[in-house]
């Protein structure tokens, strides 16, 4: 019983940790268009990166990973079960979607994002139009992302009441 609070502890501030991207995310890529073409556009778009990284990183795997141990212990969660706890289901199909985006789409579009940013981000070389497609690219499915996170918190949520 202590592992699972402490389980569902870790699952929620893991929950927590990727929800935090929506706003910061919001923030930085209103900063990072206020700047194209100017000298800290390319360190902010660093730190979105790195953002981006860490708290998927953070985020995806704890909530995997506490997620898998708790639907194995907990007696009435199973794995893809469609006759019974639909939201469950429902958020185990969106989490199987959202590892997809990030390992297929989202990894791939940072990694071109960061070669075009170069090693010098204090160089004034303005970036290239194929650099902001892959960004703008990338942002489009940190958006997606976001929305998958947060349609799968309210899930979590509002399940008792459905």
Sequence with gaps: MLL???LTVIH???????????????????????????????KLISVYLHLVNITGMIGMTGIV?????LTSIIPYYSFFNFSVN???VTKQVI???LIVLVVAVLIPGAKKVRLALG???ESQMP???????NLSRLETIITVINVLVLINFLLALTHRFI
């Design 4 to 6: 699972q609070a402490i």
């Design 12 to 42: 929620i501030l893991s929950a927590v940790v990727w929800l935090g991207l929506v706003p910061a995310d919001l923030v930085l890529r209103k900063n990072i268009k206020r700047s194209k073409g100017r000298a800290p556009e390319k």
């Design 65 to 69: 990973i506490t997620g898998v141990i």
């Design 86 to 88: 639909h939201w469950l």
């Design 95 to 97: 989490m199987v979607i």
């Design 119 to 121: 090693g010098d981000l």
């Design 127 to 133: 970036l290239n139009e194929e650099a902001y497609r």
